[in-house]
């Protein structure tokens, strides 16, 4: 009797000694996913998931998935490599995916799962659209900057890189909103030269874009007047206020000063600056002459007129027939000649 109860208990013993390590294999754990965040930019990148028993009962590969309440999965795009604690696989993260954070699934190929909440996070890509002031001088240890772009609402660092010289570190970081975050640079020990703004977030992403400039600081000033006053300055373009007026903190170097005045012709001069000068223009403004407008002159133009007579026409007797005449031969001045000339005869005698 106690021998039947002794091997009743042996197998029982035996069946749940085989019984638990099996159970306990086929139950998949996942401890991270590297790196942990992904971009909604389109790309597909390599993701490296760890954790225990992904093989299960089996060696062959199972499937991997992210999923949101209210979203599509997010099937791995292809899986390159999958161990008893390691998978990778690629995932593609489209621009149209629901930024947030997203639970990771691991499901073996003899049908045991696994879910890591909130494994993975998604969030819009950085971009970064602009830096004011886009340039500082050297040995300004004090020098406030805004970014401003898109994504920007985990980042950590901002930092001036030019592969010739130290990084240059911002010293202080303020993320306002995800689309502006502010600054401090000192460039005490800069060098001068173009350096590429870039940007780290929390995720340990980076993006470098737009350009810094930074400028010597040996610098000199231009004090411009003109007669008459009120002319508007520009220097290389750029407008610098009106006369009489200085325009400091110009980098040594050549100028193309212009001054403009309504009513005048503009003055233009090239100006030199050399460190810690002031160099003083004073310029005669012309007034602009205008030409005598001609005034048209134009042709008389003769009319014709036809003149109202005055000659009284008499008017012909009525039924009057003029007896006709038969002209003389002879003139009329002739025949009193000759009757002249035969009274004096008769005269004589």
């Known amino acids: ?36 965040v992904g971009y909604t930019d389109g790309k597909t990148l390599s993701y490296t998931i760890t954790g225990t028993n992904f093989e299960g009962a089996t060696t062959d590969e199972g499937d991997v998935w992210l999923e949101m309440s ?3 999965d997010i099937s791995a795009y292809s899986i390159s490599s999958w161990t008893n604690t390691s998978i990778v696989c690629r995932f593609r993260i489209s621009t149209s995916i629901e930024p947030g954070d997203w639970d990771l699934v691991v ?24 830096i ?5 001088r050297l ?8 970014l401003v772009g898109t994504g920007l609402s985990e980042v950590t660092e901002v930092y001036l890189y030019n592969s010739d010289y130290d990084t240059i570190d911002a010293k202080y970081v303020d ?16 060098e001068e030269d ?3 703004v870039c940007v780290v977030d929390s995720f340990d992403a980076d993006e470098c874009a737009l350009s ?36 400091d903190d110009l980098a040594e170097g050549s100028y193309k000063v212009v001054l403009k005045k309504s009513g005048y012709n503009d003055w233009g001069k090239i100006v030199k600056v050399t460190e810690g000068d002031t160099t003083t223009v004073d310029a005669e403004l012309v007034a602009l002459t205008t030409a005598p407008t001609a005034v048209p002159t134009t042709a008389p133009t003769t009319v014709k007129t036809t003149a109202k007579s005055t000659l009284k026409v008499p008017t012909s007797w009525p039924s009057v027939t003029e007896p006709s005449t038969t002209a003389s031969p002879l003139d009329p001045a002739i025949i009193l000649g000759i009757v002249c000339l035969l009274f004096i005869a008769f005269r004589k005698h």
């Open 1 to 36: 009797m106690k021998r039947s109860y002794l091997k009743t208990c042996l197998l029982l013993a035996l069946l749940l000694i085989l019984a638990v390590p099996v159970s306990a294999a086929l139950s998949p754990t996942i401890t991270n996913i590297s790196p942990a």
């Open 70 to 72: 209210g979203e599509d």
């Open 107 to 130: 499901l073996n190929k003899d049908g045991v799962s696994v879910k890591k909440n909130d494994a993975f996070t998604i969030i819009a890509p950085m971009t970064l659209k602009s």
């Open 132 to 136: 004011s002031p886009p340039t500082a």
């Open 139 to 146: 040995d300004d240890n004090d020098v406030d900057f805004t």
């Open 175 to 190: 993320v306002v909103s995800s689309t502006t975050v502010e600054g401090t640079f000192d460039l005490s020990d800069a």
């Open 194 to 196: 173009t350096y590429d």
């Open 212 to 247: 810094f400039k930074i400028t010597t600081d040996a610098v000199g000033s231009i004090d411009i007047s003109s007669s008459p006053s009120g002319a508007s300055i520009y220097v290389d373009g750029s407008s610098k206020g009106t006369t009489p007026d200085s325009v």
